[in-house]
C-alpha cells in the first residue's frame, strides 16, 4: 500500500524533477507543513498539475492512494 505523501517522492523520481532544490514559503496544502522535507516537491508537482487537494485544501497525506485517484490523473494528464 502507498500513502499520497509516497507518491510525492515516486512522481519526482519519474519526473526526474529535484524538489530538494526547490524551498517553499508557503504550503498549496493546509495539513502539509511548510517544514515538511517534501514542501519543494509538494508545491512543483501542485503547480505543476500533477497533485491536487480536496475541495478543503487538504492533501490527507497519510491516507493510503486509491486507484482511482492516481490512475485516473495520470490517464488524464496523459491527454494534456
Partial sequence: YLTRADMIG???????????TTSADTTPFLDVS????????????????YIAGDDNKMYRPNDLL???????????????
Avoid at 515516486?10 to 530538494?20: E, F, N, Q, S
Avoid at 511548510?34 to 498539475?49: C, R
Fill in 34 to 49: 511548510v517544514f515538511d522535507p517534501q514542501i519543494g516537491a509538494y508545491s512543483m508537482l501542485f503547480k505543476a498539475g
Fill in 10 to 20: 515516486i512522481l519526482m523520481k519519474y519526473l526526474k524533477l529535484d524538489g530538494t
Fill in 66 to 80: 486509491t486507484y482511482n485517484e492516481e490512475i485516473g490523473r495520470a490517464s488524464c494528464r496523459e491527454r494534456v
